[in-house]
């Protein structure tokens, strides 16, 4: 049980943005878990209550390394009608989307069948969140939009869940997660980026996930913070081996979507790529472009968390490299390190760059007119 | 280009191991055995293959033998021809993939003297790095102790990719005993093999490994502030070497950002991550992941927000750069005094003092 220790603040109007915005990154939750039965098989049911979930980490419940707050969520965006944070559609739209002008919302369910080691179960689960996301908020609320969540570890499952999808309008991209068994420019992903290519879909690659590797290279850490930090190593890991296996010379109409990872570690990345691809690249002779190439035209990074340095030179230069076409804003509503839409530029920007930032970058990448 | 001056300290040069088999005069009867009857083979690691274009210039890589093999090269090839009064030799000889404590202790042993004798006695410009057998924090305690009394050796040295995060408490005796000594620990580019070479699992190529290490500093980074090693060991200096340093501002803003949201759980963390940086961590200066233009480097320095994290290096025999174009364009003569000179020898204390003439 989560205990109120403040009184809820009152939902704040808006202050600095007065334009629509597109939110790339909001987590909806499930008010309870059985909110999924309608949309599972009774197999499943009986198998949940018996053997739960069992994914590529120890705990039965619960994240190994404890959140900083209950959900990893902030403490004021407890529905009233009860529930966990980012469980009641009118709640979002009261807190979130009608305060925010939020013109397009881009739903990315985190606890789905991604991560489960029963395959069955993982894809079971998948479609059923997917059903689920058009019932209770995409059906109900047009400003929002909902990913495909596939069984990550079965390409081909995965690849006819995505067949289903192509063409529903509910849905405006392909959901995957930084962490797999295996880094995600492995070959047993590809049907993922075929089913998506051929739907028209960008894939969505947000941070976190369990595929069973240590977030480090060098073995488990011990605090949240590297957990947490270590994400976006994980996120730039698996962006050189989507370049380096060549995934965009084979999938060319391909677009990914960095989600919640960071973008100031791109242009180190992409240097750094260059420079040893050019010695290098006898070893991956499928490469016809340069690395930076690639991720030029397939990657588009969401924003939050928000680099925050202390010179806004720094992270205007930073935005240079990557180009302010790539960014697409985002919220990570409801959880904790949220980034306020208002707050999250300084000033300085044109109001070209900011229009695609806050909005015309979505709406292009995601066909919403 | 940007010309080095004379006086330099090279950070980060590798003298190479010929074979296992030339490390057989310093060690014993019992390990002497061990090699030969069971048919061990060399200890080249796979972040290193032997042929990798980066892992020896073309103009640097012998008619015969591993490369950075002879000492003559090696003086001829970048002492002698970048000006460098000091040179840190850091051997990368596959010794922390080796899962017995007691096999890691006996080579790093044969390792360390073998520096000693085959490289440091030869020529008064270099210095050493002690390799530890990191499978056993008892054994690597005592050989850094015994090489210690060798005053040529200026450093310890560990991969960045081991069994566990670097700033676990479990490996805090070597940091103790490092600190207490007045060694630099110095962490370089290259795994055991104990755990996936990234944080995602296992890549299918060798480029793939080598663009990982970059990350991997970066986990070790968090581990090294988040358990509170310098906190505990404030006068201790930690050298990432072969690490990329362009990565290190949008680093800091994470972890920055993080460590303002989630102290609590590291109360112990007491300053902000970038003055943790600047007080205790350098970076040598090869490889440079960035585009050749000087402005962009000379932006990516004011990022740094500092001129005394980078330390001279060559990598020699590594490639990183080509031709004499060791120091990126565009660079300040102000700067280039401090990364070759300078720095290294706030970070080294070792240099300023007289040695004797003693192996271990």
Redesign the interface.
């Known amino acids: 049980m989560n205990v109120q220790l403040r009184e809820r603040p009152q939902t704040a109007p808006s202050s600095g943005v007065k334009t629509a915005i597109a939110d790339c990154d909001i987590h909806p939750a499930r008010a309870t878990n059985d909110e999924l039965y309608p949309f599972l098989a009774k197999r499943w049911h009986a198998h949940l209550e018996t053997f739960g979930v069992h994914s590529y980490q120890g705990m039965m419940g619960g994240p190994p390394y404890p959140k900083a707050q209950p959900n990893a969520s902030r403490r004021d965006a407890y529905p009233p009608e009860g529930g966990p944070q980012g469980s009641s559609l009118s709640f979002m739209q009261k807190q979130l989307l009608d305060p925010n002008n939020v013109a397009l919302g881009v739903l990315n369910p985190l606890n789905t069948g991604q991560g489960i080691r029963n395959q069955d179960l993982a894809a079971a689960i998948c479609a059923a969140v997917n059903d689920w996301q058009i019932e209770k908020w995409t059906s109900k609320e047009p400003r929002l939009k909902a990913s495909v969540v596939v069984a990550n570890e079965d390409g081909v499952s995965a690849a006819a869940e995505i067949r289903k999808r192509a063409g529903d309008p509910n849905f405006v991209q392909v959901l995957l997660l930084s962490r797999n068994v295996e880094p995600l420019g492995q070959r047993r992903y590809w049907p993922i980026y075929e089913a998506a290519q051929e739907a028209g879909l960008p894939v969505g690659v947000h941070a976190f996930g369990f595929g069973g590797n240590p977030i480090t290279a060098s073995g488990w850490p011990s605090y949240y913070i590297e957990e947490m930090v270590g994400h976006s190593q994980c996120q730039q890991t698996a962006l050189a081996s989507l370049v380096l296996e060549g995934v965009f010379e084979r999938f060319p109409r391909l677009k990914m979507v960095m989600v919640e990872a960071g973008f100031g570690w791109a242009p180190s990345l992409a240097w750094r790529l260059d420079k040893v691809f050019s010695r290098l690249h006898a070893e991956v002779p499928h490469l016809k472009r340069k690395p930076s190439e690639y991720i030029r035209d397939h990657i588009w990074w969401t924003t939050q968390p928000m680099e925050d340095p202390e010179s806004r030179d720094h992270l205007f230069q930073t935005i240079e490299w990557i180009g302010w076409d790539k960014l697409l804003f985002a919220t990570d509503y409801p959880h904790w390190d949220y980034d306020e839409p208002s707050r999250v530029l300084p000033a300085g920007v044109s109001d070209a760059d900011k229009q695609a930032f806050y909005l015309d970058n979505a709406k292009k990448l995601y066909g919403i007119s | 280009m940007t010309s080095p001056i004379a006086g330099g300290v090279d950070c980060d040069l590798h003298p190479a191991v010929p074979h296992l088999t030339s490390l057989l005069p310093y060690m014993n009867d019992y390990w002497r055995d061990q090699v030969t009857t069971r048919g061990m083979t060399d200890l080249i690691s796979q972040s290193y293959p032997t042929n ?3 892992s020896s210039r073309p103009d640097w890589r012998p008619a015969q033998g591993k490369p950075g093999s002879a000492i003559a090269d090696l003086q001829r090839q970048a002492l002698d021809r970048f000006g460098t009064a000091y040179g840190i030799c850091n051997p990368l000889y596959g010794v922390q993939m080796v899962f017995s404590e007691d096999m890691a202790n006996a080579f790093c042993h044969a390792l360390n003297d073998w520096l000693a004798k085959e490289w440091l006695d030869k020529d008064d410009r270099l210095r050493g790095s002690i390799v530890i057998p990191v499978q056993s924090i008892e054994k690597a305690v005592a050989e850094i102790e015994r090489c210690a009394e060798d005053k040529r050796f200026v450093q310890v040295l560990m991969l ?9 408490r479990h490996y805090w005796p070597i940091y103790a005993a490092a600190e207490r000594l007045g060694l630099p620990i110095g962490i370089h580019a290259g ?1 055991a093999y ?15 490994d ?3 290490q ?3 500093f ?3 980074l ?2 090294l502030i ?2 509170g090693v310098f906190v505990r060991h404030p006068a201790l200096k930690m050298v990432m070497l072969e690490s ?1 340093f ?2 290190l ?3 800091l ?7 303002r ?6 109360p112990w963390v007491d300053r902000a991550p970038l003055e943790i940086v600047r007080s205790n961590i350098r970076f040598s200066l090869q ?1 440079v ?3 050749p233009e000087p402005d ?1 480097l000379n ?1 990516l320095f ?2 740094m ?1 500092s001129d005394e994290l980078i330390l001279f290096s060559t990598d020699y025999p590594h ?1 990183q750069f080509d031709g004499d174009d060791v120091l990126p364009k565009g660079l300040s003569q102000d700067l280039v005094r401090k990364i070759m000179i300078d720095n290294p020898h706030a970070t080294y204390g070792r240099l300023k003092e007289p040695v004797k003439e003693t192996a271990p």
Not at chain 2, 196 to 208: F, K, L, T
Not at chain 2, 261 to 266: A, Q
Request: no cysteine; charged share 15%; proline share 11%.
């Open positions: 990798s274009p980066i960045v990719m081991g069994d566990m995060p670097l700033g676990k795994s104990h755990n996936p070479p990234s944080s995602v699992g296992w890549g299918s190529y060798h480029i793939e080598y663009v990982a970059a990350q991997a970066q986990t070790q968090t581990s988040a358990e990329g362009t990565w501002p949008p680093f803003w994470r972890l920055h950002k993080f460590w949201g989630v102290r609590m759980e590291t490889p992941d960035a585009p962009t932006r004011d990022h927000q490639w």
